[in-house]
């Protein structure tokens, strides 16, 4: 399946789950897809939100982001384009705590619904969430509260090798993509390469997500891009930055030229990477193969 | 006040007095910038059998010199680790109990260490809406904590705005009797010294000050009463070798400007 057909799947006004945390194995390529297509009003959750959460919001094709942390990343300051919308009420960044956010789609791929935790309470961050309920334990007598299922409509989640059946093999990382795919009532995975079924059962320990639960496979090479894929490529800083620089300058303006320039002119994935630039690509590579030199 | 000390800057100076804090064998879950580094810097000077974890699923990491991360979910955290596993697992180490130190920065506190990320104003209608909990909200929930911060009279307010990551929340026994069983801030290291909690009330206390630094001083850059412990000591400056081996890790300057 390719980008674009897979973009069609998902409607307006869907909950969307989205794979990866910060810059690390960010679905940029179906983000990239869902707002090519004009896609609106879609409810997203991640654990950590970064300029996939920016360009979301500066698109329109989400006014409502779940997450625990957002902004480009520590390093670049306080995100302008969040603060922009969040401020001005033109979008909502509804904020749980991430261990919150991972049991919510772990209570959803356990089939319950609802876990118990002991953070949060006492904080400000709880009496935001109505949907977060105190108890006393039934079996201990102990405060507890207790965080609702997330089964979100579609997953959206990239990896380094899958194949054409679905079966999903992620190196480093997992992040909160198993409960997240295990959640989700449909998911698109993106992938590095589409291996053959052979290649992954020589390998089963590695396969993350079963077939069982994947709806569509697309191969995107870069599919992160300019975030990191474990072990294919790192981020590519130079690109951040001067993003970053751009936004910083003009947050409207800013992400608007920037969505031109790199979501609605290419004609292809590819000529997207081309933007990017192949010198940038294959420094990100080197860094990112690197993590397997001793 | 000047906050640099000769020879280091502030954030230099936030590093080693709070890589000192940590101890040989201990387990501590590091936030993004200043923890990681003084964790990795405490691994690299006294304690190499300290076990750092990150948030983005990381146990045992060594961070290499000159290969800082962005976030605490890059590859680069995972570097010679014993483990990764998913960011819900890593955090349910704290609920566990696996945990001795939680280790962050801190963008306002108050007088009972509760931590303020998300909003600067009313909540309702912000004048900054900030980037959040992240982990923080669940590390200060569930372990004792170390939180290392520039020490600015705008930053060490009466009572913050939001509280996105609990301390002492209103003081005396409040953490307790909002169901936070476990935990609590142990030490607040800034560029002008190191404050604990007293032991009953849980209000804020100047415990060391950094050479130069006068209790007036520190209170004159402070929105609230600070206590004063008994024994005040005096910390020894940054050493030539500490401050060596943090230029090492961060050649760059990345967190450290």
Redesign the interface.
Known sequence: MSLDEAAMLVPDGASVGIGG????RTPMAMIWALIRASRKDLFCAR??SSTEGELLFASGTSRHIV?????Q????G??RI??SY??TGRAR?E?W????I??R??AGAMGVPFLP?????????IA?LPDAK?IDCPFTG????LVPALNPDFALIHVQRCDAYGNAQID????????LAMAANRVIVTTERIVSNEQIRRAPDQTKIPFLAVDAVVEARFGCAPH?C??EY??L?EHLDSYAAQIRQDPDKGAHDYLDRYFYDPKSWTEYLDRLGLEELLDARRR?TS?YDD | MTTDQPGCTASELLAVMSARLLRDGQVVFAG??IPLLAATLAQRLHAPGLTILF????IGAFIEPGQLP??T???????RANM?????DV??L??RGYVDIGFMGGAQIDQYGNLNS?FIGD?QH?????????????IA??TQMIVAMKHEKRRFVNRVD?????GF?SGAD??RE?????GGMYRVVTDLGIFGFEEHSKEMQIRALHRGVSADDVQANTGFELLVAKDLEITDPPSEHELAALRHLDPDR??TA
């Open positions: 945390s910060t810059l690390s654990g950590i997450t625990s942390w957002f902004s990343g520590i390093v670049w306080v995100s969040m603060r969040t401020e960044f904020e705590s991430h261990l919150a991972g049991l789609f772990r935790m002991r953070s949060m309470m006492g904080s400000d961050v935001q105190l102990e405060r507890l509260v480093g990382l997992p992040f909160l993509d198993i409960d990191e474990y072990g790192e981020p800083f990112g993590i | 993004v910038g948030e983005g699923g990381v962005p976030s979910n890059e590859q680069r955290c995972t570097r990764v596993l998913s960011s819900t955090l349910l704290l609920q998300s909540p912000p004048a900054t809406r900030l980037p959040g909990t992240g982990g923080g909200n669940d929930s569930l939001f509280v996105t990551s609990p929340l409040t953490r909002a169901g936070l069983t476990a990345l967190y």
